[in-house]
């Protein structure tokens, strides 16, 4: 049994909407998890993530809002992870 660790990085490219003239600003994600097994079946870590956007929202060829309306989050937490299934992997 080993300790085991996930990392992903995504950028989703948002388009404008030809019937509103409105562009969702794109984002960049990032999310990660750790964990280590404490028994046969049931795995214990963290887990986490991160997601900022890094395009303004526009409409009409001006930022919505004033400032572009952009989002950002940041958030840890626990992880368990139990398996039930022999066929399954961890």
């Not at 388009?15 to 794109?26: C, E, I, L, Q, V």
């Not at 404490?38 to 795995?43: D, G, H, W």
């Not at 139990?82 to 399954?88: E, G, I």
Request: aromatic share 12%; net charge positive; hydrophobic share 35%.
């Amino acid at each position: 049994m080993t300790a085991a660790s996930r990392s992903e990085a995504i950028y989703i490219f948002n388009t404008r909407n030809k019937a509103t003239d409105y562009s969702s600003g794109d984002l960049f994600h990032f999310e990660h998890s750790a964990s280590y097994p404490v028994a046969r079946k049931l795995r214990l870590g963290v887990n986490g993530y991160s997601l900022g956007q890094t395009v303004d929202h526009r409409q009409f060829g001006v930022a919505v809002n004033g400032d572009g309306n952009r989002g950002r989050v940041v958030a840890i937490g626990p992880g368990c992870t139990m398996t039930w299934a022999r066929w399954a992997s961890t």
